[in-house]
């Protein structure tokens, strides 16, 4: 199972962002969870087989339709992250 932390930037907050993140997650098989950040940005942990976060990262790429994705980042998560479905925090 891969986990990654994944930072969205761009118009990412205010256009339904998490609700399209979670939808697209869950059809996908993934787990884990999306929230705002202060600073505009939107982060969220995935956690899935290797294909299926590497597919969810790529799409996080379009968003859903008033989504303006500037910038894609990835980074391994701790171990210790786990999560049971997918959720939307904050």
């Known amino acids: 199972m891969k986990k ?3 930072r969205i930037t761009g118009r990412v907050q205010g256009v339904s962002y998490r609700a399209w ?4 997650a869950e059809q996908m ?3 884990g969870w999306v929230r705002n950040e202060p600073d505009g940005s939107v982060f969220a942990l995935l956690c899935g087989s290797d294909e ?3 597919v ?3 799409t996080l790429w379009s ?3 008033a989504a ?10 701790e ?6 479905g997918f959720k939307i925090t904050r």
């Open 79 to 84: 171990a210790a992250d786990e999560a049971r």
């Open 56 to 58: 969810m990262i790529e």
């Open 52 to 54: 299926n976060v590497a």
């Open 68 to 77: 303006i994705v500037d910038n894609v980042e990835v980074s391994e998560a």
């Open 4 to 6: 990654v932390n994944v």
């Open 21 to 24: 993140t979670r939808a697209t």
């Open 63 to 65: 968003g859903p339709p």
């Open 29 to 31: 098989g993934l787990t």
